[in-house]
């Protein structure tokens, strides 16, 4: 009776390893040439995007590099299927001094662009980025303290309309020397103006490569609030952010 049912049980632990097999490969492709997870460890781009938030990133909005592959490899330079950013876009992109680490920030500097801030003010090609005051907003700190935060509604020239923090006036990047944008490279910036270490730290961050770009930010499907822990399940009724599930990154 033992040696019929053999075939049966391994049969069936065969089924179960191919199941799992195609389920690995199936989620490999899916991270390679469609979405990729990514979640927002500090609060440079506040208030767009909170610590805490889990988004997906569409790997296939620029196409592809050596870095949309999982670990990198360098096997082949330049893009397969490119398409460039638009400004305004919120982008995930390798920095480019260390070639592993992510970041992301939003495109303001397009290829041949002179970037410049005057006086908190975005300045683009030599001409002032519109920027409307709006309602102050109130950022809360993972140690349960609160801030009112100064507002602004900045347009950018080609109608992409967000909104940026300004924590304090005359901060350290709120004047700097014009920038001229490299071919093929990007101009990032944070939306917490004075609390983002971006494209304006050339020594940090600088201009990045097109070859840099892993992909655009497209859905935030997950949130807990900063300070908190997202596998600590038993706390989620109270410690998650239900009203940023399933919104849009714009």
Do not use: C
């Not at 347009?155 to 992409?160: R, S, Y």
């Amino acid at each position: 009776m033992s040696a019929a049912t053999e075939p049966k049980k391994e049969g069936g632990i065969g089924e179960t390893v191919r199941v799992i097999i195609h389920a690995f490969l199936i989620a490999i492709v899916i991270r390679t040439f469609l979405f990729q997870p990514f979640n927002i460890p500090s609060g440079s781009m506040k208030e767009t995007l909170l610590v805490g938030d889990y988004l997906f990133v569409s790997k296939f909005s620029y196409g592809y590099s050596h870095f949309s592959l999982p670990l990198s490899p360098p096997l082949f330079s330049g893009r397969i299927l490119g398409s460039p950013p638009n400004r305004g876009d919120v982008v995930v992109f390798k920095l480019p001094r260390d070639g592993e680490t992510d970041y992301i920030k939003r495109v303001i500097g397009l290829p041949g662009d002179q970037i410049q801030m005057i006086d908190g003010v975005l300045h683009i090609n030599g001409q002032a980025v519109k920027r409307e005051p709006a309602s102050t907003w109130v950022d809360e700190e993972a140690d349960g303290r609160s801030e009112t935060v100064k507002r602004w509604r900045e347009t950018l020239p080609n109608g992409v309309s967000y909104y940026t923090l300004d924590l304090v006036d005359n901060g350290f990047y709120d004047n700097t020397p014009v920038y001229t944008v490299p071919p093929d490279h990007y101009f990032m910036m944070g939306d917490n103006r004075d609390n983002s270490t971006d494209s304006r730290v050339l020594s940090q961050v600088g201009y990045v490569p097109y070859e840099n770009l892993i992909g655009r930010a497209q859905l935030i499907f997950f949130s807990v609030r900063e300070g908190e822990s997202a596998w600590e399940f038993w706390k989620w009724p109270w410690t998650l952010r239900w009203n940023r599930f399933f919104t849009l990154v714009r």
